[in-house]
């Protein structure tokens, strides 16, 4: 794997800055919590579902104390008091809660010390069934193997029963991995939508009963065919950490978890989602999660030449915030892409430098790798072409996530035929080129080698040079894909709260003391 | 003049086409494709590849020839013309025409997050080595960069005076950028606001064809640069000033 | 049963075209792309490609939902189901059926030179895994190669008294092939030699509904082997002794 | 260029035995002449046309010595001798011979050292304009330049017009060889006909006359890009010498010049082609026209993997006999082709291996590098990927003839969209991985090398067993292509006649002393 004669001492330094960078960062999320945290450590303590009007439980929960009480305490004693004053259980107290016009805060409050013993019960039920899913997947993983690098596609019908149709198939085809991708716009929505859905523009809506059906679909063709197909979807956004608890409650195996993303693409606050984004990734790090960051992106608005720096410096930052939330390098699914434009001269030189740069710099990460995208144009035949050279890329540096490009990029979201081409495409080179990069050495100093190090050196220049401004200032610089973001601007601010001293989460103080242990 | 598609002799018709149907693969499949084929005016079409991609689905490549042929010459299309003016000369005439600053307010609109396309039209850095019209002078741009809900865009094109809208959209799926175009058009009559602006649309599928069906004064579509919206922009500008 | 073809939803008939034609690109060009496309039948059609390929030719790709349906249940193909007898089998059958070798006579005639598809059929090796009709035990094989003119085939057929004669036809532009068939057809009915043999064509663009038309008794095209072959000829002799 | 470790005394001895597998069939030409043979002296001593049958005259008048005469004599000394009797030049003699009754061997035979006195006028006139031509290219080329690997397309529409138009927007696209392909079945004609024409199945009759236009459309088009865009045609077959001159008369650049593709894919007498293919390379060699080889098509009857050894043992065979008919190594095409099973594992690997063994074994000839053909099927998608990734094992062996795959191989010949999507392809790969070749070294004695070495070792004891067999033994057991034919049969044989020891051949009496002289 070590073809590149990269400088050690410039990596750890590289580590070094990224670490500091995330370790201000979560000094600020420390302090903070979000109205997505709280709702998602009542979905852990099991509430599901939605009121009359459609509003789902832990969204009017968690607004009703924000209204009526203090958030700052979090919404766990809230719960716990409840409970306790009217001496009933969870389920016996929603249902009470929804048919009396009741407050959650109309109760007195129990002793801080109280909450966990009387909430114990509820989350370690949940936190239960993620660590049976987990057992569950690895078991599977281990009885079925896995491939070296996994073809990744995306269904995006709007509809999952369309979906799981194609999904289906596209296990059959050859897929390792399906990702179901979101319904434009549910990124902003400060809710997720509940049930089985069947409409969506171009993707569908994540929500739990939807998470749940794509993975009895996907279990049933991977039995039929013996594999174990992976199931994805995407928490950044508003909801991030719910998301999250929903993925680990429905077995998810990947889920799109990069606040950077929501930052630069959504217009999200950066505060919210820095403290969504650890909570979420603690939860996908107890539940055996793999998160994918989104710094592919930044080559859609940014030139992949000039701004490859940029890539490496998020990914390092990116793995010191996954870090911070305990979770090991082998669930770190940092994101890259092959997005040069072809026409330029030994582009295919750049991208192989950049993508085994990425592979050397993250030795155990499953690397996500991406297909270009921005210089695809309505020409299927030379798409098709330029997937093909990606998928070489991805072989000869040995990529783990390789999500596969499709022909019809330009045009549309992918048709059944579109994705079956692109797995044959895939495979083609995986088998015909199968031993290609044990076969081949680069050039010492030669044009792969000075790239990957320059790039890498720029990177470093610029982990400094943020670590001496901090995120913060350096969002508002527009650093990363050329994007200028302010500190107070951006959805879902009015979210984010400062914790009181005696703010409390039952879930991430046991999942803080279930990090201490293992 | 009658033109045919043409393979590898003047008038033979020759067509490409592709499709999967919805079941299995099987000799009758394929004369199902080939059936498909022919209505759609294809002579003797040949299916060159059948393939199953799936337990229900099949794939299929036919060529043939195209029956059909159509009239070049009946052919109208109101095109606008690529400017050759440069960026001085677009200025020149703005400074010849107006006495003062002309207004654009542009976004990617809707939940639309694309915002590559209006960032190429408006942006000082431009695209493909074409500035955008931040860089012009005697245009005052705003871009409000995406996601931007119609009720918004509206109350600030009000806010700032603008002369011309620019909207852009890149998600056409189940024809979400239809609605939201003219959800935006008619709210711009609802307020009185339709005729005071010139409102361009733009995006990879926006045409002229399509942006003036649905009530826009202009669509632009890949391989635009900001010259051409400024120009045929202040053309209309100068027009509606005199007329 | 109507079906459509499917992009990702039922019955969306999400199908692809492209074609070239032989004018400049330009609007125009575009637009009449797209008239031929509704002339296919495409509703909505989008000239997702558009790129000149030359002086006087631009080439286009299109997608769009094809208006068109079929009825499956009533499609009718006479289709030779493949076999699932082995070559044992096989022989076993002209063994208890005929007391004498049966003689098979095959060639790719006229002008072509193309021999891998007749002698995936014939030669000992065969094709895929699959054995050709030299192997078989109770058939002699005669395969003339390539290049065999019509008059030439039929003499030795005559010479070998072949029971069946296998033609094989690659090259198929300017319908050379149909020509070459049915030309042999008619030399074999002159000759009053048509009743007394079994006629099968074979190529990568035969299929049995072709090889019928044009007076075969049947046709194979690629995905046959010797065993397919053999079983249909066989059968059809036995039926003929019978009858 | 040195890449797999080859062992050098063995590619010595695969010389030495393909000289002598060349010299011992060269010792059977001497002794023999063919029809052909004799009609390329009338063609070059100017005698062009047809009759009112429309039989060409050289036809005419060599069957006329055939029938009436002795042609083991050669045809020289009846021309002569019936301008000397008649005391006519030649214009004026053919003149007299179509109007009248007469025979070319009417007349008395001139003392054999009159022959070329009298002739030489005629024939130097045509070998000065073929002189000329040479020099003409040869200064185009310098003025403009050529590409290290060069874009090769054909043209087959059978309509010499249509072609002309193709032809020249395929330059125009990027194309910087045209090939016109024959109609199929001219190879097994017994002369060439004769004039511009418009039809043709699969292809487009090779006349003189079509050279000519085309020629002139290819300097029209070649003009108006700055390039000289090459044109190729087909010599192989019954008319191999004859073409040869057309060739040479017309300029074109490149023939498919190989007996072996005559003898084996179109069922010609092994002894008629030997011969022509001697004379026509004599002509070639004369005129600076680079012969293309067929070894490529012995992979469409025989397995790419098992029978590549035999692909080798033909390039050194072809080099020998090359090398006897004096053409430099640099005008010698020797063919190739990427015709593995892409569904083989690491088949790219082993495609890389026989390409750079082509490359490394003959460093200074212009290899002809042919697509996959064989397993191309009507999947277009799937084609334009097989060729891109042709393309990029073009480029990576630096190969200089590069034939450009058409997605549509298994339909149809190409359509004009075809040959400009092959163009783009080779373009992107050709500019994107443009040093990609110098940036990689093949791990030592890993899969690559052992492959080439493997394929070397192969080929060298097929050599030292066609040494000891002969040619025609060789050919009689099937060793190329699986395909067996006899020394006796086949098209043409009766067409070959051994040499009087008075025969006289003008043309090759000057070729071979022009061939000594330089
Ligand atoms: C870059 C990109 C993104 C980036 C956007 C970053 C950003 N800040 O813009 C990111 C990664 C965030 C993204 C996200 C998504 N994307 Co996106 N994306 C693309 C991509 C690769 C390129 C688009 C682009 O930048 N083109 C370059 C610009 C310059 O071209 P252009 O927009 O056509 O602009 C030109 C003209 O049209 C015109 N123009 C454009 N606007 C205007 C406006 C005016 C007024 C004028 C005058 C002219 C004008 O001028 C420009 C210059 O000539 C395309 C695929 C492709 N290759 O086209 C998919 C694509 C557009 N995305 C798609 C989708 C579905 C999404 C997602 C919804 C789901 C997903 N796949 O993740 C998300 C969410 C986005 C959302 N809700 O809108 C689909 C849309 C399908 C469809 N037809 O509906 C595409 C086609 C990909 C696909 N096949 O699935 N995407
Ligand atoms: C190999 C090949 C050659 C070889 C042939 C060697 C040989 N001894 O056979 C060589 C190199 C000599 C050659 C030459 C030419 N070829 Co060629 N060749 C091909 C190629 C690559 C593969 C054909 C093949 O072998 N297929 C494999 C066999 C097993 O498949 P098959 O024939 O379909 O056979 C199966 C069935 O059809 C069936 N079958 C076939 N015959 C029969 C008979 C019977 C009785 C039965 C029951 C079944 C049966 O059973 C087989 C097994 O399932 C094709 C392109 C392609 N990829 O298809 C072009 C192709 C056929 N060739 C073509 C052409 C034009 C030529 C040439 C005329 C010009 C040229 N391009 O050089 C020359 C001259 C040939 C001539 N006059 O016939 C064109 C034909 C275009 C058209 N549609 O008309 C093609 C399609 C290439 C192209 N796109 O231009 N060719
Ligand atoms: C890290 C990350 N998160 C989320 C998304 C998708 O988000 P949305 O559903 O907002 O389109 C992407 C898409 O590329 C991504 O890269
Ligand atoms: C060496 C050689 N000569 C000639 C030809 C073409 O010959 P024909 O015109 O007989 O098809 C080929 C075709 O592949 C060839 O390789």
Redesign the interface.
Known sequence: MNKLNLDNKLITSCRKYAKSIAKDVQDYINKHSTVSVERTVLRLLGIEGVDKFDVPLVNRLVDDVKENGDLSLGVSIYIASALKANNKNLTEYLDYYLSNNVSLTDNKLVNKNEVDKILRLYYKKSLTKIKKNRDLRTKLINKYGERKTELYVIVAT?NIDEDVLQA??AA??GADIVAVIRS??QS?LDYVPYGKTTEG??GTYATQENFKIMRLALDEVGNELNRYIKLVNYASGLCMPEIAAMGALERLDVLLNDSMYGII???INMKRTFIDQYFSRMLNAYSGIIINTGEDNYL??SDAVLEAHTVTASQFINEGFALEAKLKPELMGLGHAFEINPNIENSFLLEIAQAQLSRELFPKAPLKYMPPT?HI?GNIFRAYQQNAMFNIVTNLTEQKIHLLGMMTE?I??P???DR??AIKNAEMIQKSMKSLTDEITYKKDGFIQKRANEVLENAHMLLKQIDKDGMFKTLANGVFAE?KRAEDAGKGLDGVFKKSNDYINVVSDRLEAYFNEN | MK?R??????NDG??????????EL???????AK??AK???LINP?V????K?????S?F?I?GA?N???D?DK?K?T?IKKTSKSQKEIEEMIKTNFERELIFVGASTG???H??GI?AIMNMKGFDGHYGLERYQGIKAYNL???VNNEDFIKIARDKKADVLLVSQT????D?HLKNLVELVELLESENLRDKVILIAGG??IN??LAKELGYDAGFG?GNYAEDVALFAIEELIKRKEG
């Open positions: 709007g289906q198939e059959r085809a434009t716009g902003l523009f171009g693409f959504r217009d859609t608005t921005k144009n330009a549309h979201t048709f059944i035929s079956y081409l994007t | 033109i598609p043409y393979g590898d002799t003047l020759a067509t490409q086409v592709s499709f999967t149907l919805p079941i099987s000799a009758k499949a394929i004369q199902a059936e498909l209505k759609m005016g040949s060159v590849h059948s393939e991609i799936g337990k229900n689905f794939f490549i060529y195209l059909a042929n159509v070049i052919i299309v095109e939940t639309d997050a915002t590559v960032d960069g995406s996601q998600v056409t799926q189940k979400v990879a599928r002229h064809e890949p």
